[in-house]
């Protein structure tokens, strides 16, 4: 008997919490599938993953992308639900994965409480109650969704506070939710930052005097308190910049709450940021932090947000690091742009990379790269090599590509003569295998795109045959270059340079 790897998904959304049923919970919801996974498997492996305050009406969530990953993978060929909404609340999706993606993978598939089993269906489409109740699942997700949108917004307007989060310096009152109250211990904190920025200090240099003398970042603050668990990228959270300039120009601080900032397209969509002549401010909603004059002065000087400016990105960003740190550069624009390590002036390391000039980099690099490839001597030989093997291999795809269609042309016309016999009363049903034809024009399908890929890649070698050669003043760095040669660039200053080399370069 096969032995089951068996994956139990559990979800509750935000959604589901504000209007919650006991038997939704992830405690009640982890009990059913544990309990019926028991009762009806006797070989199996058990692994759960769960998705606690994430949406269904798109995959975008932590847990679920994990388990398709091992899906993939084939490490999962079992997956138990408790009904199909906790899965997907997109019916055309949901009907995506239950009717072509898991069957061709192999996975069966179990919704408890709608008493679905993918084995029962197996060559066949599940019947009009799956999909009905599919359809409504995804009905009563835009639905809900527009009740807790209206419901919010009918808050904001009475001028309650509404996030699941406090800011810096306040707390949420036992006996009312919608009300902050001042959290003394943080509230200290962000006094600190205003008077620390009326005395001149920058907001880098706050964020370097805060790191060296350990105080708590918000989160940490958090974590304190047990609001959340967090484990930090490096050694220990660190405070920048960019949060001192955030907590500045936030009116919270002057018992200001301001709301309705953006707004989003749809269900799962993007947030995007309104006019601010729409915003909804509540003015003295709760005990400032700040007094006015202090907030309003410290307006004038700094804290305010500039308008985004779009730039092209360098192609060296993501690959220079720092010899020091082992932090990314930063690439800085100008007259003059240069790369510089943001922790030599953020937590005074004095062995960070201070300035290293951008141009000078991209052109030592370029010249590497081409003396590499002519040093290997293996420049014009790969090359002729590559280009002989995917001329090959696409009159291959090609010879194969005229069997697919004729195998096409074939079925289609066994399915025409069966109709016929059919319609002229030889035979007494008919079948078309129209599944086999689907399965046939999908691989030409992929098979086409093969194709047009590689002849894509047999013209770019053509025209890019002295691309690389060393000397050539057109030659231009790219950020395709880069990642094909390239594994990272280690930088300690402009007489230092390291650069690691992908294992195996294969010119493309």
């Known amino acids: 008997m096969e032995r089951y790897q068996i994956a139990i998904y559990i979800r509750l959304s935000k959604e589901d919490d504000k209007f919650k049923e006991e038997s939704n919970s992830i405690t009640m919801q982890r009990i059913l599938l544990q309990r019926y996974v028991a009762e009806n498997f006797s070989d199996y492996d058990l692994l759960e993953f769960c998705d606690d305050g994430y949406t269904g009406t798109n995959f975008e969530r932590p847990g679920m992308q994990e388990m398709l990953e091992l899906v993939r993978d084939s490490k999962i060929n079992c997956i138990v639900v408790k009904d199909f909404s906790r899965f997907a609340r997109d019916y055309i999706e949901l009907g995506s994965y239950l009717e072509q993606i898991f069957p061709f993978m192999g996975v069966r598939f179990i919704s408890v409480n709608d008493n679905y089993g993918s084995k029962n269906y197996q ?7 799956v ?11 835009k639905d809900l969704s527009q009740k807790v949108r209206s419901s919010l917004a009918v808050r904001k307007e009475k001028g309650q506070y509404v996030s699941g989060n406090c800011p810096l310096g306040y707390e949420k009152a036992p006996e009312d939710r919608h009300a902050l109250l001042i959290a003394e211990d943080e509230a200290e904190v962000v006094r600190r930052i205003f008077s620390l920025t009326v005395e001149g200090y920058t907001s880098v240099e706050i964020a370097r005097l805060f790191n060296k003398t350990q105080v708590k970042t918000p989160i940490e603050f958090k974590i ?9 990228k490096g050694d220990r959270f660190m405070w920048s910049s960019s949060t001192i300039c955030q907590i500045l120009r936030n009116e919270i601080y002057i018992g200001n709450i301001v709301q309705k900032k953006y707004t989003k397209d749809f269900v799962g969509g993007k947030n995007h940021l309104n006019p601010r002549e729409d915003w909804l ?59 510089t390590c943001h922790n030599r002036y953020s937590n005074m390391l004095e062995n960070c990379v201070e300035n290293v000039n951008a141009m000078f980099l ?3 690099v370029l010249f590497m790269i081409q003396d590499k490839l002519q ?16 001329d090959g291999e696409i009159k291959e795809l090609k010879e194969r590509r005229q069997l697919l269609n004729g195998r096409i042309q074939r079925l289609k016309q066994q399915n025409f003569e069966a109709y016929q016999n059919y319609a002229l009363g030889k035979t007494d049903g008919f079948q078309a295998d129209n599944i086999m034809v689907k399965s046939v024009e999908k691989e030409l399908e992929d098979l086409n ?10 013209v770019k070698m053509e025209c890019d045959r002295d691309a690389l050669s060393v000397g050539n003043e057109f030659a231009v760095l790219s950020k395709e270059m880069l990642d094909h040669y390239i594994e990272k660039i280690i930088v300690y200053d402009e007489q230092n340079i390291e650069i690691c ?7 493309a």
């Open 123 to 129: 060559g066949s489409i599940a019947d009009i109650d």
């Open 131 to 141: 999909n009905f109740k599919n359809l409504l699942y995804d009905l009563y997700s």
């Open 224 to 232: 304190a308190k047990g609001k959340t668990s967090r484990e930090p």
């Open 281 to 339: 401010v509540t003015y003295n909603h709760h005990e400032p932090i700040i007094e006015k004059h202090i907030f309003e002065q410290v307006q004038e000087g700094r804290g305010l947000k500039r308008n985004p400016q779009y730039h092209s990105t360098h192609p060296l960003v993501g690959k220079l690091i720092c010899g020091c740190c082992k932090k990314n550069l930063r690439y800085r624009r100008g007259l003059n742009p240069y790369f």
């Open 362 to 364: 991209e052109q030592y």
């Open 375 to 390: 040093a290997d001597g293996e420049l014009e030989k790969l090359r002729t090599e590559e280009i002989q093997r995917l």
């Open 449 to 458: 795109e093969t194709v047009r890929q590689m002849e894509a890649a047999y």
């Open 501 to 507: 080399w992908k294992e195996k370069i294969r010119v």
